[in-house]
């Protein structure tokens, strides 16, 4: 169903006000006929048809009017519906309905109000409403003029006084209520007096439904009931329907009924139904509510915050244990997809709801399919990696996992909203109760996680092997003796605990092997790159980090070499051998940069690529000594800073931040921000990931204000797509290759 379109406005004066509430009470439907009239008698210019749309949904109001206040009449009313039969109402009978309801009303035959409204009946009456809504053959619309104002205020006035009465006298309508809802069997006559009789407001609604068992459910399904729930108005109230929290009620006891009124209206978009559909689902039996899965599984992509997350939770479990396993994978899978929220927004539920829901479903779904499970959880980090590292289409196998887990074992999902933290710990764990349950399946789960494409699925694999070393000891040493693992893997926190456990379980040979790879030093392309102490600095830490894990287990000269390592560079700065990352790193010194011009250093930025490999030289550690650069010679670069359009925004970063140029003392009077603005246009070029937008009250154009700068900064020349130039408060540049103790 499509969301219900916004109501054109209106401004009620205080006397319909009072009157369109107080129809509220009577129902929707006469409240929106008042509310129509209003309308059509407050535009401007006025359509040619006002009379004849007034006078229609001011006689739809008075029969509504008729029907509900019936209850307050001041004589029995059986021999009034003889009179009426089955067809329309004769005069005679309308006048005696009128007049019943006036007396019951305490409002005299002489009153004006009463004169009035008796006036608008009649089949000969040309006052009379029916008269004033039917056309006059094939002419003109009667006009709005003075005589029909004159109508409508009157009408209104009839309107306002009988409200108060009704109002009065509300409760009279609960008793009736209560009579219908002690009917043992109620039929279609009954049904009839709820929908005509009694007052449609959302009270008297609830009310009824609250109350109302079994038996009503079949004759007001076929009274159409349930066939129209509210939708959202204006995009995002949800109103209530008391009808859906029937359903949920009804459901354990008529299951086959209910499921069938749900299926028809599943297409909702309010989601207070779908609260109560989804409560009903949990009140069937599974193989009932299975059926009702790709409903569900449609709600899950448009769910706006304050939807309940634990009912998925609770209905997947509830499949589970009811044999429904299709269903349980498939409600677990719509929830992880929703959860990722993959339109580009961030979690849609809070990190405690995310893990409550995970909390309910994972131990059952474990139970009865623990392959499809981890799977499961698989399939969702590898779509959170390739989203929320901005990777699309990458074939892995770098993810920065060293960035955002550190570290395998120790869960970082209880205080943080990362979504690929929760689902590795997810994913660990539920591996780890697989290896429990059966130790022989460590292999094929081991061999499943290393197939994945990322880095954190072969960091899963060592951190398995290591908790469950006697299920497969054969693949330890394969790992720990393999090259390309080594120099990919090597610096990471699982595979640093593998061999500090079983190193020493190696062979002499391949033990041999491993120091020979750590002494021939790092082989990616980036290390060609550095220059002078900044290799030997860099070739040291490296050898003495992937040392540090063996170093119980090393030979009397290996032993030498890393204790002198660690009286020239410290300790590594780890715990229980989590190694300290290296980098951010310069491909340039200090030193060779300010032999350079700044034309010179700006076309090396340009010109310099640094390599996938994630321990290499970054834009970052470059950007890194630029910005040194910049902070001891501002006046230099301020004079050069139309060199740096065009390079990466990395480095237009390094020479615009707010501890380059403003730690410098530079005021934008020396820089000019007509140099500065190109600048600020290429910091805030680039892919998602690196786009910062700064606040100008942290950068050097922030100062424009207030440091005497002659050059008016108008605001749209310094806007970048929807936000403005914003301070970048944490490093600068790719950040997945920063280590924060570099």
């Known amino acids: 169903m499509d969301e219900m379109r916004p109501l054109s406005p209106i401004v009620f004066d205080p006397l319909q006000a009072r009157i369109h509430r107080r129809l509220g009470l009577i129902g929707e439907g006469p409240a929106a006929f008042y509310r129509d009239a209003c309308l059509f008698m407050a535009t401007t ?32 009313q059986d021999e009034l519906k003889a009179k009426k039969g089955k067809g329309k109402a004769s005069e005679t009978t309308q006048r005696d309905e009128i007049l019943a309801v006036l007396a019951g009303l305490s409002i005299p035959d002489s009153d004006p109000v009463a004169q009035t409204w008796l006036g608008v009946i009649g089949r000969n009456n040309a006052c009379a409403l029916h008269a004033r809504a039917h056309r006059a053959a094939l002419g003109r619309p009667r006009p709005v003029d003075a005589e029909f104002n004159r109508f409508w205020d009157e009408m209104q006035t009839v309107l306002d006084v009988v409200l108060d009465r009704f109002e009065a006298r509300y409760v009279t309508f609960h008793r009736r209520v209560d009579e219908l809802l002690a009917v043992a069997a109620p039929d279609e006559r009954d049904v009839v007096t709820l929908r005509d009789k009694v007052p449609n407001s959302l009270d008297a609604l609830e009310y009824f439904f609250g109350k109302a068992g079994p038996a009503w459910l079949a004759p007001l399904n076929a009274a159409g009931f349930f066939g129209r729930p509210p939708e959202t108005e204006e995009g995002y109230r949800a109103p209530t329907w008391p009808q859906s929290q029937y359903l949920a009620r009804m459901a ?18 309010n989601v207070r ?40 939770g609770n209905l997947a479990a509830q499949f589970a244990k009811g044999g429904e396993v299709e269903a349980a994978l498939a409600l677990g899978r719509a929830f992880l997809d929703a959860a990722q929220a993959v339109s580009g927004q961030s979690i849609q539920f809070d990190t405690w709801h995310y893990n409550r829901v995970l909390n309910q479903m994972v131990p059952d779904l474990l139970a009865v399919a623990s392959r499809s499970t981890l799977d499961l959880f698989c399939n969702a980090l590898d779509d959170a990696i390739r989203h929320y590292e901005n990777l699309g289409g990458a074939a892995g196998p770098e993810d920065f996992s060293w960035s955002w887990q550190p570290s395998i074992e120790r869960s970082r999902d209880a205080t943080s909203g990362d979504v690929k933290s929760v689902l590795v710990s997810r994913s660990r764990d539920i591996a780890e109760q697989i290896a429990e349950a059966d130790p022989s399946a460590v292999r094929e ?93 860099y070739m040291k830490r490296w050898q003495r980090d992937h040392l540090a894990p063996i170093s119980d287990h090393l030979p009397a000269p290996w032993r030498s070499l890393y204790e002198g390592l660690n009286l020239e560079l410290g300790l590594p700065d780890s715990e229980n051998g989590e ?51 910049v902070i001891a010679e501002p006046g230099r670069f301020a004079a050069g800073m139309s060199h740096f359009k065009g390079t990466d925004s990395t480095y237009a970063r390094g020479a615009l931040r707010f501890d380059g140029l403003r730690e410098a003392g530079c005021s934008p009077r020396l820089v000019g921000c007509a140099r500065l603005l190109p600048l600020a246009r290429a910091a805030t070029a680039g892919d998602r990931r690196t786009r910062r937008i700064w606040c100008l009250s942290r950068s050097p154009l922030g100062m424009g204000a207030t440091g005497g700068c002659s050059t008016p900064c108008r605001r749209p020349q310094w806007r970048s797509g929807r936000s403005s130039l914003r301070a970048k408060e944490h490093g600068m540049g790719d950040t997945r290759l920063h280590h924060p103790r570099s």
Not at 62 to 68: F, G, I, M, T
Not at 252 to 269: F, H, N, S, W, Y
Not at 607 to 621: K, Q
């Open 45 to 76: 210019p006025q359509v040619a048809s006002t009379t004849h749309f007034v006078a229609h949904c001011l006689r739809e109001i008075e029969s509504a009017l008729r029907d509900v206040l019936e209850p307050v009449a001041a004589e029995p």
């Open 252 to 269: 354990a006891a008529e299951p086959e009924q209910v499921l069938g009124i749900a299926q028809l209206v599943a297409d909702t978009r």
């Open 579 to 629: 190694l300290e990352l290296v980098g951010p790193t310069s491909p340039a010194s200090a030193d060779s940069l300010r032999a350079m011009g700044v034309e010179e250093i700006a076309a090396y930025t340009k010109m310099w690529e640094p390599s996938d490999v994630g321990m290499g030289p970054s834009r970052v550690g470059l950007a890194g000594e630029l910005t040194q650069l």
């Open 445 to 537: 789960i081991v061999r499943l996680l290393e197939e994945r494409p990322w880095h954190v699925f072969h960091r899963l694999a060592l951190h398995l092997l290591r908790m469950f070393p006697d299920a497969a000891p054969e693949l330890i040493i394969v790992r720990l003796t393999d090259r390309a693992l080594f120099e990919a893997l090597g610096p990471s926190h699982e595979y640093a605990l593998l061999a500090r456990a079983h190193f020493g379980n190696l062979d002499n040979a391949a033990r041999a092997r491993v120091l020979t790879w750590i002494a021939d030093g790092p082989t990616h392309e980036g290390i060609a790159a550095l220059e002078g102490h900044h290799a030997v600095r």
């Open 273 to 312: 139904v779908q609260e109560d559909l989804m409560e009903a689902a949990l009140a069937m039996p599974p193989s009932k509510a299975a059926e009702l899965v790709p409903n569900i599984v449609g709600w899950m992509g448009s769910m706006h915050l304050w939807f309940q997350p634990e009912s998925i």
